[in-house]
């Protein structure tokens, strides 16, 4: 779909007066060169309109990043993208005094939660899985198991293992609480209550070598996953309650694009805005997205999705 043609560069200063626009955004492919400083100046500036880059409209507007288009200089030179002391520190103390506060309060509700698996179905109380924590350090990430124990290989996918699912765990998962023991994770330092959710190990190459082929200039490629492990992973996270349980690559490329906006723009206030969001999820019960999303697809195996993420499956790759 293409946009509307209203005129040439040239006669940029009379549309602008003609249309009034409160804003001017500025989409270059290329920019050495090529961007129209001395029109922008003429035209825009002496009559208060707002110009600005089409990357940064889509950010604000979007919430998340164009990561095809992300240049390793516009990274280099950004005052982003660099976690502040300030923002660590609250992040921190946030996140140690909630998951204390947290185990203590709802110690007896742990204990039944324990209960209950045991009774409904052989196997641990809780799933334990190696994650890509901070600056790509594994660490044993904790759950309460909500699916029949796997023999043998097995998919990650959230869509994949729905016929796994306990009567316990569906509960669980719907209240959010197989999350809980995650708790002990923050206590332990490798994660915070706000921050990007941490990727198995064993997926950790797969999707970094995804992530560095979307961007197709030779010798450019950047490492998305040395910009998403600046900040300790999180219980939960922009892209949780902006987008929800990711059910393939294509999906899970999609959260990366909120994980690293979040990377990017991470401050005490997007924090609070992120756990006021995670309330609002709770209590409306938007579950699993990812699901969802599987399911209104119909299963079809010869689409060609559902074969990608069939193909993707089989590498054990999970969000």
Request: proline share 6%.
């Amino acid at each position: 779909m293409g946009g509307l043609l209203i005129g040439p560069l040239s006669r940029l200063r009379e549309m602008i007066a003609e249309l009034r626009p409160d804003c001017l955004v500025v989409a270059l492919v290329e920019r050495r060169g090529r961007t129209p400083v001395r029109e922008l100046l003429d035209s825009c500036v002496p009559r208060g309109v707002m110009v600005e880059d089409a990357t940064d409209f889509y950010e604000r507007l979007t919430g998340k990043l164009a990561i095809e288009t992300l240049r390793p200089t516009s990274i280099v030179f950004s005052k982003r993208f660099r976690p502040s002391r300030l923002h660590q520190a609250f992040a921190r103390c946030v996140s140690l005094t909630v998951a204390l506060v947290g185990l203590v309060a709802f110690a007896p509700l742990l204990a039944v939660i324990a209960l209950a698996i045991r009774i409904d179905s052989p196997g641990p109380v809780l799933f334990v899985q190696p994650r890509a924590g901070k600056d790509r350090r594994p660490f044993e990430l904790m759950k309460f198991r909500t699916m029949h124990v796997a023999r043998g290989r097995h998919s990650e996918w959230a869509g994949d293992n729905s016929n796994r699912v306990t009567r316990v765990g569906r509960v669980l998962r719907k209240l959010r609480l197989d999350e809980l023991p995650q708790f002990v994770n923050i206590l332990r330092g490798e994660m915070n209550l706000v921050g990007p959710r941490p990727h198995p190990v064993s997926n950790l190459d797969l999707f970094t070598l995804v992530a560095r082929n979307l961007n197709e200039l030779p010798g450019t490629a950047i490492g998305y996953y040395e910009l998403r492990s600046l900040v300790r992973p999180g219980l939960t996270g922009w892209a949780q309650v902006r987008y929800g349980y990711a059910n393939n690559l294509e999906e899970e490329i999609e959260k990366l694009r909120f994980d690293l906006y979040y990377v990017k723009y991470a401050s005490p206030w997007l924090d609070l805005r992120i756990l006021l969001e995670t309330v609002r999820v709770l209590v409306f019960g938007r579950l699993s997205d990812g699901l969802r999303r599987a399911t209104a697809r119909g299963a079809d195996s010869s689409s060609p999705t559902s074969a990608s993420a069939a193909e993707a499956a089989k590498t054990g790759m999970g969000g």
